[in-house]
């Protein structure tokens, strides 16, 4: 069990530019999770997956954010025309599908947009 | 709709004594419910959850938590607190689905 990876850990991007984060999860988990969390805050949900599925997505994810997992292993998180607002940390997390599986964190990806 | 609230931002504590991070929640339907820790620059980490059961719940790091349904509380222990104890506490709730609902986090402090 290696835990949840996610690449890049930091990211500058220029307003206006796209940028793409990776999750790996667990190998056994089928679940997988996006958050993201600004200065201050506890992490907001943005969607989950299971398997190569999106079941769910907050309102929060605009339609500017997309999110992937096509082989229902890694998953990516693009952000298109990225704003000053969207700095954050990006959470990525995976489960395992038996109700109530507590969910394992990746170190997250800090997103500053300049 | 669900809520958390963590009604510290900040707790400042000396070394070896006792602490206390309060969270209430609100629901409408039956909730699990969950501490997390995040130290700097890091991911979040399960310290215990509560799905039923016995309210007291012993986690790792000698945390414990108690839940209270009268009183909508889920309030965070620790008898003796060490340096390493300093880090971001997070409460959490879920309710059906699988993603996790969280309060705005108690900065634990813990001075020497």
């Known amino acids: 069990d290696t835990g949840v990876s996610q690449d890049p850990r930091h990211k500058i991007t220029k307003r206006g530019q796209n940028v793409t984060f990776r999750c790996d999860p667990i190998?056994?988990?089928?679940?997988l999770y996006w958050y993201r969390q600004t200065l201050g805050q506890g992490p907001e949900f943005l969607t989950y997956?299971?398997?190569?599925?999106?079941?769910?997505k907050s309102r929060l994810l605009s339609d500017r954010f997309s999110a992937e997992r096509p082989k229902g292993s890694f998953s990516t998180l693009e952000i298109q025309r990225t704003e000053q607002g969207d700095s954050a940390m990006y959470l990525c997390?995976?489960?395992?599908?038996?109700?109530?599986?507590?969910?394992?964190f990746g170190n997250g990806t800090r997103l500053t947009v300049t | 709709a669900q809520s958390v609230t963590q009604l510290d931002s900040q707790v400042p504590v000396f070394e070896e004594a006792p602490v206390e991070l309060r969270c209430n929640y609100s629901?409408?339907?039956?909730?699990?419910l969950f501490w997390y820790v995040q130290y700097p620059n890091q991911g979040l980490q399960l310290l215990l959850k509560?799905?039923?059961?016995?309210?007291l719940v012993k986690g790792i790091n000698g945390f414990e938590a108690e839940f209270n349904k009268s009183q909508t509380s889920f309030h965070l222990r620790k008898p003796s607190v060490h340096i390493s104890d300093t880090a971001e506490y997070f409460c959490a709730l879920q309710t059906g689905a699988n993603n996790l609902f969280f309060g705005t986090g108690t900065r634990l402090t813990v001075i020497p």
């Open positions: 997390a995976s489960s395992l599908e038996t109700a109530n599986s507590p969910l394992h």
């Open positions: 629901s409408s339907v039956s909730v699990y």
């Open positions: 997956f299971q398997n190569e599925a999106q079941l769910e």
């Open positions: 190998s056994e988990h089928n679940r």
């Open positions: 509560y799905l039923s059961g016995s309210t």
